[in-house]
């Protein structure tokens, strides 16, 4: 593509469109690989823990490559110029979390995982092939912003009436039915604030009074965000969901900070979080035992009480080396009841190693990298603010969560996007990629429009690159 964009300057002509066919050329194959590195995990673990390799697992296998073609065909037809990674890089994590999941599976047998995880990951597939086929163009979302955030403070506020889960009130429960509405609202309230702050930069920008190193805006203009702002951090720290308070925190901080340019903002945000958390650790019991836990992670074993779930993990972790146990020989279930949850990547790291778990950070980095390029290349502000607050979700999630079990931070209960059990998380990162790719079509096709001076590139000759007098249907 580099070359063929040089030949094309160095011969005076228009810089060509990357052909649609090529970008889904790309996308189908690092889907077959993604598929197949699934595959040699599933026989990995079959081998390891049962010497042969399961039905059950190859079932599992054809379910995801079968989800993983029919979105590669509705992508190909409702988003041809979209980014070729987002998916497969989709796939192959969703892939690895149901080939954890099944594996700590096989030492659990009274607690299977696996069979839910794959019904939900069929949902989130479902969900992703609803919003490429039928939103016809992302800025839509823009005209629905108000209802979004309504929607995201009901669906916080709800699990305020229903029993606490392991010292917080995040879950709806129906039976054996569970459901986060927190993870839903993390979508909805980044479309009301990219939407909000992308009407109201240039007051962001040029009104309110200085306040040594930033300008403060006026009440009027950070009023509302402001306030949509504390009361779904208040109501998550009522519910003690504090990962997903300060997942909003960092989400409110950097769309404000890519509204404004202004870097104060940024310190102003780590000032206020490190307030915040030391207030909240020394206030809340449940909070104030996680931060004893992190300060201190083998107090239990020099009591003689056994290794913590913290603990565990940091063995877990230290066994895996470089290279790791191989798939199926660890034992990071000793962790306890969060090991296919909070705890999974410690599975990965025993496992995996080293390698396997810098090779994890490094799917969620180039996931997180094309959305925020995806957000430079897009034209309109709303999509900018959008495109860069998806992506920072995924990059704050994989923080606050590698954070927490590697013990850099204080644990704190959130879902690795894609890896890790719960079947809120998995759909709400689905719809995620799904709208990263609508809005990587839309910037490739605007791209290429301003490229070819103003022509559509299927409009554009495609045997030996377009004079300007060549192109039909101009500026």
Avoid: C
């Avoid at 007051?203 to 965000?225: D, E, F, K, N």
């Avoid at 396997?356 to 490094?362: D, E, I, Q, R």
């Avoid at 990162?429 to 079509?441: C, P, Q, R, T, Y």
């Amino acid at each position: 593509m580099t070359g063929t964009r040089t030949a094309d300057a160095a011969a005076g002509l228009p810089a060509r469109a990357v052909p649609p066919v090529r970008r889904r050329g790309v996308e189908l194959g690092l889907l077959v690989l993604a598929v197949g590195l699934v595959l040699l995990g599933y026989v990995a673990v079959g081998l390891t823990r049962e010497d042969r390799v399961p039905p059950d697992a190859l079932r599992n296998l054809a379910v995801l490559a079968g989800l993983a073609l029919l979105a590669h065909l509705v992508v190909r037809l409702r988003a041809p110029y979209a980014d070729p990674l987002p998916l497969p890089i989709g796939v192959l994590l969703n892939g690895i979390g149901l080939v954890l999941i099944y594996r700590l599976d096989l030492q659990t047998p009274g607690d299977r995982a696996a069979p839910a995880q794959l019904v939900w990951s069929m949902t989130g597939f479902a969900l992703f092939l609803a919003v490429v086929a039928l939103l016809p163009d992302y800025r839509l979302l823009q005209r629905f912003a108000y209802l979004a955030m309504v929607a995201a403070l009901v669906l916080m506020i709800v699990p305020i009436f229903f029993p606490a889960v392991n010292g917080a009130r995040i879950w709806l429960r129906f039976g054996d039915f569970s459901l986060q509405p927190g993870e839903f609202a993390k979508v909805l309230l980044a479309v009301f604030f990219a939407s909000y702050l992308a009407a109201n930069r240039e007051a962001l920008r040029h009104t309110g009074r200085r306040l040594l190193w930033t300008r403060l805006p006026s009440a009027r203009v950070i009023g509302p965000v402001l306030m949509v702002w504390l009361l779904s951090v208040g109501v998550l720290v009522l519910e003690r969901d504090l990962g997903t308070s300060l997942l909003f925190f960092g989400l409110f901080v950097v769309l404000l900070y890519v509204a404004t340019g202004r870097t104060g903002w940024i310190a102003a945000g780590l000032v206020l979080a490190a307030l915040g958390a030391w207030a909240v650790g020394s206030l809340e019991p449940h909070v104030h035992q996680r931060v004893e836990d992190w300060l201190h992670p083998f107090a239990s074993i020099d009591a003689g009480e056994g290794p913590g779930q913290l603990a565990q993990s940091l063995f877990a972790f230290a066994a895996g080396g470089f290279t790791g146990t191989g798939l199926g020989a660890g034992h990071s279930v000793l962790i306890g009841f969060a090991t296919k949850s909070d705890f999974i990547l410690a599975t990965a790291g025993e496992e995996l190693g080293l390698a396997g778990l810098t090779a994890l950070f490094l799917l969620y980095a180039l996931l997180v990298a094309r959305g925020f390029r995806t957000g430079l290349e897009l034209p309109d502000a709303f999509g900018r603010l959008l495109a860069t607050g998806l992506a920072a979700i995924v990059a704050l999630q994989v923080f606050v969560i590698a954070g927490g079990v590697t013990g850099l931070i204080p644990l704190t209960g959130m879902a690795m996007p894609f890896l890790a059990q719960g079947g809120s998380s998995v759909v709400t990162n689905w719809v995620i990629v799904a709208l990263l790719l609508l809005m990587s079509d839309r910037a490739a096709r605007v791209g290429d429009v301003r490229d070819t001076g103003g022509a559509r590139p299927e409009d554009v000759r495609a045997a030996g690159g377009a004079r300007p007098g060549d192109v039909r249907g101009g500026a």
